[in-house]
């Protein structure tokens, strides 16, 4: 099993809608998990990071996570064209600071106008 | 503040070639980070430094590749001799601390032929 998954994609959203991106993880005591953002052509930039069970909220992103599932995700409410782009799950080993991070390989997600 | 500076943005070599690739961090950052990125295996890093020193170089992939970091305000990544399979996008990220935000830089697409 690889160490972080998420599905590939493309992921196709309309304008508007609730766009949901899954990653799971195989290292039960990760503390930490963040979503990159990375546009085509572009580098990867950090949106959102939680450390605890439960919902995190910022602005229409809102991040989910469930350590006993070894799940974390994404939503991105009133989705815009803008957010089309690949997102990237990134999970720290538990041994290490969030410096060391192992991405999953990204969800290319598409908003139809 | 500029950011994370990356040269060249863009380098097309021959197998056998020797490649080195340039970093500026940011200024005041001292985790500095080489990633990799390909369809295939997605973002994968290669190797970090904390204050000027190779903390975590496990992701190497092998004694072609090599890098240093011999001061706070630059790193370069060498590949000597360069592969077709080393064909990818290479990435320079840095944070402040361990626990802080990796910001990358525009990245360094190399194609070898």
């Known amino acids: 099993q690889k160490e972080v998954e998420q599905n590939s994609g493309p992921l196709s959203v309309p304008e508007g809608a609730i766009a949901s991106l899954n990653c799971t993880y195989s290292d039960r005591v990760s503390q930490s998990f963040f979503w990159y953002r990375q546009y085509s052509g572009k580098s990867p930039e950090l949106i959102m990071s939680?450390?605890?069970?439960g919902d995190k909220e910022d602005g229409r992103f809102t991040a989910q996570l469930n350590k006993a599932s070894q799940y974390v995700s994404l939503l991105i409410r009133d989705s815009q064209p803008s957010d089309s782009a690949t997102y990237l799950c990134a999970v720290p080993p538990f041994n290490f600071g969030n410096e060391k991070l192992t991405f999953g390989t990204g969800t290319r997600l598409t908003i139809i106008p | 503040d500029a950011g994370v500076i990356q040269s060249p943005r863009h380098e097309v070599t021959e197998m056998g070639q020797e490649v080195t690739l340039r970093c500026k961090p940011i200024s005041g950052h001292d985790y500095l980070f080489w990633y990799r990125q390909t369809m295939m295996r997605g973002l994968e890093l290669l190797i970090y430094f904390n204050n000027n020193v190779p903390i975590d170089d496990s992701g190497m992939p092998e004694d072609r590749f090599s890098a240093k970091m011999p001061n706070a305000s630059f790193s370069t990544l060498k590949i000597q001799p360069s592969e077709p399979r080393d064909s990818a996008v290479y990435f320079c990220?840095?944070?402040?601390?361990?626990?802080?935000?990796?910001?990358f830089g525009p990245g360094t697409r190399l194609t070898v032929l």
């Open positions: 939680i450390y605890s069970n």
């Open positions: 990220a840095s944070s402040l601390d361990r626990a802080d935000t990796q910001y």
